[in-house]
Structure formats: structure tokens, C-alpha cells
T-cell receptor, first 114, second 112 residues
Framework: AQSVTQLGSHVSVSEGALVLLRCNYSSSVPPYLFWYVQYPNQGLQLLLKYTSAATLVKGINGFEAEFKKSETSFHLTKPSAHMSDAAEYFCAVTLNTGGFKTIFGAGTRLFVKA | NAGVTQTPKFQVLKTGQSMTLQCAQDMNHNSMYWYRQDPGMGLRLIYYSASEGTTDKGEVPNGYNVSRLNKREFSLRLESAAPSQTSVYFC???????????FGPGTRLLVL
């Protein structure tokens, strides 16, 4: 069965520190991979997506993610955290299994300490 | 462009009552989705519509029905609300099934 696992429901970093949010997936077919961000009381918005053009994907607000097929991972990173990065982050996988279906991870809430 | 709009923003129901959540998009997207978001569980797909005139069940369809009224509108109906349906409901749309989804602001539903 296809699934998405985000390690750590909560991650806390200091302002200026590296942000690393982990995402692993299981899939028997090539996936389309996404990271979405959700700010309080809002809907989700796209941070970045992987669609097989390049394994290192750059997104908005300085975030990037690397697709590693051998590890079935798509971890999200940012070199230096800002207070404004505090939000919930969701990894998502879209699979073509006779029709496209998207599976979301449980989410990781990022806290940024001053 | 308004993007994806949802109404209402907040609703309180009593067990057994019915209601319809409305969703509309103005991006000429083919695919539309309904998700529910519960703490610690991410988003779970209730129903989706790959294109106008088609609807399919997602991961948690029980207790819900949908209607793809036209290309713009996709409604979600709770026929007999239960406390387990207390959640935040998000509508989303995408140009095609494999592309970026655009989300509405959500509807917070409380079933007493």
C-alpha cells in the first residue's frame, strides 16, 4: 500500500538554524512529490514540487528538497530559519494508479525560537 | 481571481442534521477534491472529481455525498451529521490530477 511518513510531528529550531523536515514514501510507481505549507487558520499552499525534471527542487521562501529514489525520501530543508517559517508542513505524494490520487503525510509543525 | 472559495467558514450542527458545504473555483481547473483535516492525521481525501461529470470515492467517503454541479462547483453533503464528522473541511482544485492543488480557506464544522 502506498503511504507517506513524516518523521516528527513537531520540530523546533532556533532562528538562523538549519531546518530539516523529513518525508519518506512508499510507492510501486513513480511518484509526483509535493511539499505544502499551512499557516494558522488558512488552507494549504504549495512550497515546491518534484516532477522528475531535477532531483534537487527549489521552492519559495528559500526552501528546497531533494528527491532520493534509493531512499524513497523527499526531505525539506532551509539553511537559515526565520520566525515567519513557523507553520505546519505537509509532504504529499500523487500516484497514477489508473487515476491520480494524492496521499498526504500527517504533517510536521515547525516552531522557530528567537 | 478569487481562487478557491468555500462557504460557510464555520458551522455548528446537531447530530442528525444535514448540510451542504459549497466550493467554487475560478481557475478553469478540471479536477476538484474534498478533504478533511483532523489533528495528527494530515489531510484525508473524502471524494474527488477528476473532471466535470465524474466523481469518485477517496479514503473516507462514508457519511458524505458530493455533486460536481459544473466545472466550477463541487459540493459536499452530510446527510445525517455525526460527532465524528467534526473536522475542518478543505476543498481543492487542480488543472489535472497530477498537478499542484490549490486550496480554499476551509470550513470548520462542529457536530454536537
Amino acid at each position: 500500500a502506498q503511504s507517506v511518513t513524516q518523521l516528527g510531528s513537531h520540530v523546533s529550531v532556533s532562528e538562523g538554524a538549519l531546518v530539516l523536515l523529513r518525508c519518506n514514501y512508499s510507492s510501486s510507481v513513480p511518484p509526483y512529490l509535493f511539499w505544502y505549507v499551512q499557516y494558522p487558520n488558512q488552507g494549504l499552499q504549495l512550497l515546491l514540487k518534484y516532477t522528475s525534471a531535477a532531483t534537487l527542487v527549489k521552492g519559495i521562501n528559500g526552501f528546497e528538497a531533494e528527491f532520493k529514489k534509493s531512499e524513497t525520501s523527499f526531505h525539506l530543508t532551509k539553511p537559515s530559519a526565520h520566525m515567519s517559517d513557523a507553520a505546519e508542513y505537509f509532504c504529499a505524494v500523487t500516484l497514477n494508479t489508473g487515476g491520480f490520487k494524492t496521499i498526504f503525510g500527517a504533517g510536521t509543525r515547525l516552531f522557530v525560537k528567537a | 481571481n478569487a481562487g478557491v472559495t468555500q462557504t460557510p467558514k464555520f458551522q455548528v450542527l446537531k447530530t442528525g442534521q444535514s448540510m451542504t458545504l459549497q466550493c467554487a473555483q475560478d481557475m478553469n481547473h478540471n479536477s476538484m477534491y474534498w478533504y478533511r483535516q483532523d489533528p495528527g492525521m494530515g489531510l484525508r481525501l473524502i471524494y474527488y472529481s477528476a473532471s466535470e461529470g465524474t466523481t469518485d470515492k477517496g479514503e473516507v467517503p462514508n457519511g458524505y455525498n458530493v455533486s460536481r454541479l459544473n466545472k466550477r462547483e463541487f459540493s459536499l453533503r452530510l446527510e445525517s451529521a455525526a460527532p465524528s464528522q467534526t473536522s475542518v473541511y478543505f476543498c481543492a482544485s487542480s488543472k489535472q490530477g497530477r498537478e499542484t492543488q490549490y486550496f480554499g480557506p476551509g470550513t470548520r464544522l462542529l457536530v454536537l
